[in-house]
């Protein structure tokens, strides 16, 4: 079963840091394009940051570029994100992804980094608040 589950969301001060996990079993991350992307209520998909499995090439929003950090394990089969300068703007629930596709429905492809996502998990919040 292709699963991934997203981890180490919660309540920060602005300009407070956050890592986020992201565990995946059934499948091996570094055969895949990986990447984070995020939700606000009543906003779209916003996409963060990926990593190219053609090449490595590491894409990140513009919206987050200087403050975030995508990174990998391969040992442990987990990705992750190291959110530095935390804004209130950066509130959402935050998904990891992967262009690894069960069945090629769902398919969700950002408008701010170059790769399509065909797997999710279910999201961890991130609040960031005074």
């Known amino acids: 079963q292709v699963q991934l589950v997203e981890s180490g969301g919660g309540l920060v001060q602005p300009g407070g840091s956050l890592r986020l996990s992201c565990a995946a079993s059934g499948f091996t991350l570094d055969y895949y394009h990986i990447g984070w992307f995020r939700q606000a209520p009543g906003k779209e998909r916003e996409g963060i940051s990926c990593?190219?499995?053609?090449?490595?090439?590491?894409y990140y929003a513009d919206s987050v570029k200087g403050r975030f950090s995508i990174s990998r394990d391969n040992a442990k089969n987990t990705m992750y994100l190291q959110m530095n300068s935390l804004k209130p703007e950066d509130t959402a629930v935050y998904y990891c992804?992967?262009?690894?596709?069960?069945?090629?429905?769902?398919?969700?492809?950002?408008?701010?980094?170059?790769?399509?996502?065909?797997?999710w998990g279910q999201g961890t919040q991130v609040t960031v608040s005074s």
């Open positions: 990593i190219s499995s053609t090449d490595g090439r590491i």
């Open positions: 992804a992967t262009d690894l596709s069960v069945d090629g429905s769902g398919w969700y492809t950002p408008k701010e980094i170059s790769c399509p996502f065909g797997s």
